[in-house]
């Protein structure tokens, strides 16, 4: 069988560095366009002396050029940590539009199949529970978080068209919180503030009273998940997340246990339009793609922990044009 050939945006960042690793342990051709923003060259190291693999520094808000034929475009290009939304504002919603549009550009050119990586963040603060893809979400445009919300609704919007104005056979994914190896330490993010923390030994910041919750899939169950979904055709939203629920205040609790860190709980103000609850709905990609996620959090936590006790210090975001 014919090798695919696969143009992954973003894929030195944290997910499309594991994508990009399994498809090229797939026998797959893979070309990583990343500028380095978010991502880093460290997590795609391993596959840079690789026959099937190429390495593109490129901003993909800006026109993409590539000679080889395409099989599929795989758009997970974006800032996507909490600490983000402030700094990289304008980035964040340029990738969103003109670097969804880029991509979509290259796939129409390369009649090459579509693979847009959403987020749960579509949904908002929902005010459903769990989230099904027929939600509409409840989302603040001008708040601090819309830049990254409206972005990715951007996208879906615009992949839709695509696919319905130039026959673009496309997939869309919303990732629900998902952590493991290779995130960034200053992601911002629950998994990474906690775990960093607690291996310092400083206080563990819960935001709020810790009773908001969350749903967190290991980032390998969320790479089986794309997989499958590359396989067969279905053009509309699929979520793509863990159910399994718990509060804030019972992970710190876990990381604490499984660190055997000397941390204090402290509590700090809730950021704005931070949800209070956030789990999916996956009944279609379990029907569709017979998938489900398999880690359990603490198995997961203890690799990431693992990743964490080891790894050097990531170096600090490049500076970018506004």
């Known amino acids: 069988m014919a090798k695919k050939s696969i143009l992954i945006t973003g894929g030195a960042g944290f997910i499309g560095s594991h994508l990009a690793e399994r498809l090229i342990q797939s026998g797959e051709k893979v070309i990583v366009v990343d500028n380095l923003v978010t991502g880093n060259i460290e997590n795609i190291r391993p596959l840079l002396n690789h026959p099937n693999f190429t390495f593109l520094e490129h901003n993909v808000s800006e026109h993409i050029e590539i000679e080889d034929e395409l099989d599929w475009v795989m758009h997970f290009a974006s800032p996507a940590s909490p600490i983000d939304f402030k700094k990289l504002a304008i980035p964040i919603l340029k990738v969103g539009s003109l670097g969804t549009h880029n991509a979509l550009g290259l796939a129409k050119e390369k009649k090459a199949k579509f693979f847009l990586a959403s987020t749960s963040e579509v949904y908002g ?87 908001q919750s969350r749903s967190f899939q290991y980032v390998d169950d969320l790479v089986k998940g794309i997989i499958k979904l590359m396989s067969v055709t279905h053009n509309e939203p699929v979520n793509l997340g863990n159910p399994y629920e718990f509060t804030m205040l019972e992970l710190a609790e876990k990381v ?52 964490f006790s080891h790894e050097a210090a990531r170096p600090a975001l490049k500076e970018v044009t506004l």
């Open 125 to 211: 603060d929902p005010l459903i529970h769990p989230q099904p893809e027929s939600y509409w979400g409840n989302v603040n445009p001008i708040g601090p978080r819309g830049v990254y919300d409206e972005s990715k609704r951007f996208a879906e919007a615009i992949t839709m068209a695509y696919h319905r104005e130039h026959a673009i056979d496309v997939r869309i994914i919303r990732i629900f919180n998902t952590y493991g190896p290779r995130m960034r330490a200053d992601d911002g993010r629950v998994v990474c503030n906690f775990i960093n923390q607690a291996l310092e030994n400083k206080d563990i910041t819960i935001y709020g009273d810790g009773m």
């Open 256 to 307: 604490i246990a499984l660190t055997k860190s000397k941390s204090k709980i402290i509590f700090l103000e809730l950021p704005e339009d931070d949800p209070k609850r956030r789990k999916p709905d996956i009944s279609k990609a379990q029907a569709l793609l017979g998938w489900e996620p398999i880690v359990q959090l603490e198995e997961g936590l203890v690799r990431t922990i693992e990743f």
